[in-house]
């Protein structure tokens, strides 16, 4: 069995505080989706976050997300070298049904 995905609980100041339920609910539901990608789909996201114009720093992200500012650090310089060191052929067949067309019956 898959062990159920654990949500990380936003550590910023405003989660903290507990006021502002928006954006409290907004950090819920990335850190859900979050939740439910594989690792290094989740470090590539955060460090899509981490490169945006008046994006919050790493180490802001890291309170947010749970990753840490490495793990960040690390998915940056991956989307920066474009991703060329990455198994591209294990995604691709969880994506798409295509090679299973190729595949033959016995006999
Ligand atoms: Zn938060």
């Known amino acids: 069995m898959r062990p159920e995905p654990i949500v990380h609980q936003c550590e910023c100041e405003t989660c903290k505080a507990g006021f502002d ?13 979050l939740s439910r990608l594989n690792e290094p789909q ?3 996201y955060v460090a899509t976050l981490s490169e945006a114009a008046d994006g919050p ?21 991956e989307l920066q070298d474009q991703l060329s060191a990455l198994p591209l052929d294990r995604q691709r067949r969880e994506g798409g049904g295509r090679l ?4 033959k019956t016995r006999n």
Do not use: C, P, V
């Open 21 to 33: 339920a928006e954006i409290i609910q907004s950090h819920q539901r990335r850190n859900l989706f």
């Open 100 to 103: 299973r067309a190729e595949k």
């Open 57 to 77: 720093s790493d180490r802001q992200l890291a309170l947010l997300t749970g990753l840490d500012e490495k793990t960040i650090r690390r998915g940056k310089a």
């Open 42 to 44: 989740r470090r590539w």
